[in-house]
């Protein structure tokens, strides 16, 4: 069965603090991305990366970074954290190459609040 | 922004009843999934279709495709209590190195016993 872990379910960090979202998946899949869920908004990519150490911008990348030093870990960074970070947090993966038509497979979220 | 819109943005059907969610879009692509999304969970898939097709089926779920009009509408049938969630769509577009999904803002669909 296939699988996307994250690390966390819920976060509560403060403002300032540098703050790491993992993400592993065990498919052995080349691309892997992070959105953000608002309400009202639906979801956003903020990165994603279709190869290690390979990343390419999303629509809002403004205020977060990320790495990926082994093909089944993601990692998302927000390097100084603030309220407007506060969201709920979904990693994906799916398989490769480009023009494939193929699914995407999603973690269960990471729901952080920045106070 | 690349993001679709989904239309209704909230449905409410009893059960036993057929639920119909849209989906517009804004650049080419090189197919269309539609995902559902339980209160505070991850996405899964449901159904994807590709650009060369107009109609798919997959056991109560029906899904059309117009790349004209850029659209596309899901249709659930025979409704369960079950099938509240939200339902997403997500276009898969070319671009850069790789392929990558681009969401629509969400139905939020409940079905009352």
């Given at each position: 069965d296939v699988k996307v872990t994250q690390s966390s379910r819920y976060l509560v960090k403060r403002t300032g603090e540098k703050v790491f979202l993992e993400c592993v998946q065990d498919?052995?899949?080349e691309n892997m991305f992070w959105y953000r869920q608002d309400p009202g908004l639906g979801l956003r990519l903020i990165y994603f990366s279709y190869d290690v150490k390979m990343k390419e911008k999303g629509d809002i990348p403004e205020g977060y970074s990320v790495s990926r030093e082994k093909k089944e870990r993601f990692s998302l960074i927000l390097e100084s954290a603030s309220t407007n970070q506060t969201s709920m947090y979904l990693c994906a993966s799916s398989p490769p190459p480009p023009g494939k038509n193929t699914e995407a497979f999603f973690g269960q979220g990471t729901r952080l609040t920045v106070v | 922004s690349q993001q679709g819109e989904e239309d209704p943005q909230a449905l409410s059907i009893q059960e036993g009843e057929n639920a119909t969610m849209n989906c517009s879009y804004k650049t080419s692509i090189n197919n269309l999934q539609w995902y559902r999304q339980n209160s505070g969970r991850g996405l899964v898939h449901l159904i994807l279709i590709r650009s060369n097709e107009r109609e798919k089926h997959s056991g109560r779920l029906r899904v059309t495709l117009d790349t004209s009009k850029k659209s596309s509408s899901l249709l659930i049938t025979?409704?369960?209590?079950?099938?509240?969630a939200s339902y997403f769509c997500a276009t898969d577009a070319y671009g850069g190195a790789t392929n990558k999904l681009i969401f629509g803002t969400g139905t939020l669909l409940a079905v009352q016993p």
């Amino acid at each position: 069965d296939v699988k996307v872990t994250q690390s966390s379910r819920y976060l509560v960090k403060r403002t300032g603090e540098k703050v790491f979202l993992e993400c592993v998946q065990d498919m052995d899949h080349e691309n892997m991305f992070w959105y953000r869920q608002d309400p009202g908004l639906g979801l956003r990519l903020i990165y994603f990366s279709y190869d290690v150490k390979m990343k390419e911008k999303g629509d809002i990348p403004e205020g977060y970074s990320v790495s990926r030093e082994k093909k089944e870990r993601f990692s998302l960074i927000l390097e100084s954290a603030s309220t407007n970070q506060t969201s709920m947090y979904l990693c994906a993966s799916s398989p490769p190459p480009p023009g494939k038509n193929t699914e995407a497979f999603f973690g269960q979220g990471t729901r952080l609040t920045v106070v | 922004s690349q993001q679709g819109e989904e239309d209704p943005q909230a449905l409410s059907i009893q059960e036993g009843e057929n639920a119909t969610m849209n989906c517009s879009y804004k650049t080419s692509i090189n197919n269309l999934q539609w995902y559902r999304q339980n209160s505070g969970r991850g996405l899964v898939h449901l159904i994807l279709i590709r650009s060369n097709e107009r109609e798919k089926h997959s056991g109560r779920l029906r899904v059309t495709l117009d790349t004209s009009k850029k659209s596309s509408s899901l249709l659930i049938t025979a409704s369960r209590a079950a099938d509240t969630a939200s339902y997403f769509c997500a276009t898969d577009a070319y671009g850069g190195a790789t392929n990558k999904l681009i969401f629509g803002t969400g139905t939020l669909l409940a079905v009352q016993p």
